[in-house]
């Protein structure tokens, strides 16, 4: 090799060390939101989680950052609470106080406490803690605060963070483990796919994340958010998927079994991520439209990808399970989820026939996403004749608020070309990814470069 080529190699070399060790001296952070540490005027509660090895329980240190206008502070602690550590704190029992003790300032304090996460629902094992992995509902291991203040109410806020590459922490769901996560951007959301290690294998993550993005490509009702975090559910949990609306607006969480697969009418993956385009609230008479509508639009979604047959999704649509169901009086039951979806396929069917196709369920979907308020069973069938060009309510009457179910014509709604799942935002994605990257991820990109020029200058030089 001649010196200037040995020199060029060294320089390259040199420049992978740098960036690497830059790798190495790079603080670690937490998985979440930005740091809350700062004195916004509220009562902050930051909540770390720890993986205790221990199956059944993980750690939580709770770390509050009280305003200078709140002057005393008690916490109740979660009932299965155990090995509780809190020096800032006096009292005894499940409920600790903190009284401001001089000075006008903000004030950090904190305590810790150990808390049992296994949890079961309809005798299905929802939230797990292995010796390996935890997956739950924090905010089922959260405190209740109760506060004294002058002035103004500060309020609280509530977040859970984790150390860095130790898990991740979403507005509802946190996992702790050995983990992988890849991310689409679609119409400026993030959608984040988050895979534990006891997952691999079981779960196609780049299928998952193109039904998912291509999902959100193809139902756009006025919901999207800011970012969807979607976790892998491995076994032992049993539940089959679940969706929280908890904590803030522009962010949810979602999990899905790991068991549960894309090329069924029954998409779980399909029926969550419905939920997350459900920006409503309804009183007692339409509850039973969150189940119907995610079901429905699971089973269309999943035809739409040309994931199922048309025959297929017609037989799943026509549900005779709970046909005799007053969905009105059901509530939020397994009507729902079968009458409910195909009263809901036919109405669909019929508000396009009515508007000759201009319009169709995702419209009225739109309007219950936009409209101020509770939506009522009145509400709806305003929103549904303006979709259809003309009332339904005899229809409505019959098939909601009564016994009878619709016979369902799925021509209308499976006419025109199906969406391909593919990468709807390639380029977007790109653009998001470099303005979005961490500095760790700059570092290893310029050290691997680095590495990767110098190694090819060399072969070169050889063969020549």
Known sequence: MRGSDATTCRRL??????ALLCVAALPTG???????SSDDGTVA???????????????VTAEATVPANVTELSVELPSNASDVRAADFGGDGDTLEWERDGGDGSRRIELSYRVAVNETDDGSLEDVSTREWALFNWRG???RVGYAHTGTDPGVTERAVVPERAGVAGETYVYLGPYSTRSRTVNGETIRLVVPRAANGSTDATATLDALATAARDLRVDAGRERLTAFVAPAPIEATGRFSRAGDGGARDMYVSASARLNTPDSAWLHEFTHSRQAYET????????????????ALLTYRQGRISEAAFAEYVRAERERDAVLAEAGAGDASYFK???????LDATIRERSDGRRSLEDVLRRMNRHEGTVSYADFARFVAWAAGEPLDEWLDTYVRGEAAPEVDVGPLTAGATVEPADPNASANLVEAVRTAPPTGWALFLAGAALALATTVTLRRRRG
């Not at 937490?30 to 809350?36: I, Y």
């Not at 720890?50 to 750690?59: A, I, L, N, W």
């Not at 009183?283 to 699971?298: C, K, P, Q, T």
């Open 340 to 346: 409910g979806m195909r009263v809901l396929a036919a």
């Open 141 to 143: 291991t959260d405190l």
């Open 45 to 59: 509660i930051d909540y770390r989680y720890e993986h205790t090895g221990d199956p059944g329980t993980v750690r």
């Open 30 to 36: 937490v998985v979440g939101q930005p740091d809350g």
């Open 283 to 298: 009183d007692e008479s339409m509850a039973w439209f969150d189940d119907a509508s995610a079901e429905y639009y699971g």
């Open 13 to 18: 070399l040199v420049c992978a060390l740098c």
